[in-house]
């Protein structure tokens, strides 16, 4: 689609990058050990609420051996939903030291909150 006001044409995503959404089983999934993120049970009871109600609208973040990179609390909300399998993109890259998941599962934990709702917007949880 062009620029509305240059009327360039925007850049296609290259295929290496777009997403590839694919349905994990849950039970062949394991926790990234060096997670940086711990989530309560209430917080697992939210997320679950969340995803019945509105269902999963960020996949999980998968490597190459079936590790969970981001996404621990969407897996354990499963799990206690009684779901067999989760969305997930499977991240593989051929240079391995720009997806070591220490530094994805840091950087999401770090800068996701650094983000505001904005204006009068005012969020309910689920519960």
């Given at each position: 689609m062009p620029n509305v006001?240059?009327?360039?044409?925007?850049?296609?995503?290259?295929?290496?990058?777009r997403l590839k959404i694919t349905y994990f089983k849950v039970e062949d999934l394991k926790p990234y050990a060096g997670n940086a993120r711990t989530h309560s049970d209430k917080q697992?009871?939210?997320?679950?609420?969340?995803?019945?109600?509105?269902?999963f609208v960020n996949p999980v973040l998968i490597d190459d051996a079936g590790g969970i990179v981001a996404g621990h609390g969407r897996v354990a909300a499963a799990r206690k939903l009684g779901y067999d399998k989760v969305p997930g993109c499977c991240q593989?890259?051929?240079n391995q030291s720009q997806f070591a998941p220490e530094c994805v599962n840091l950087c999401g934990t770090k800068l996701a909150p650094l983000g505001k709702c904005g204006g009068s917007v005012e969020l309910e949880v689920v519960a």
């Open positions: 006001k240059t009327g360039a044409k925007s850049p296609t995503l290259p295929d290496a990058l697992i009871d939210q997320i679950a609420a969340s995803i019945r109600q509105f269902s593989t890259n051929s």
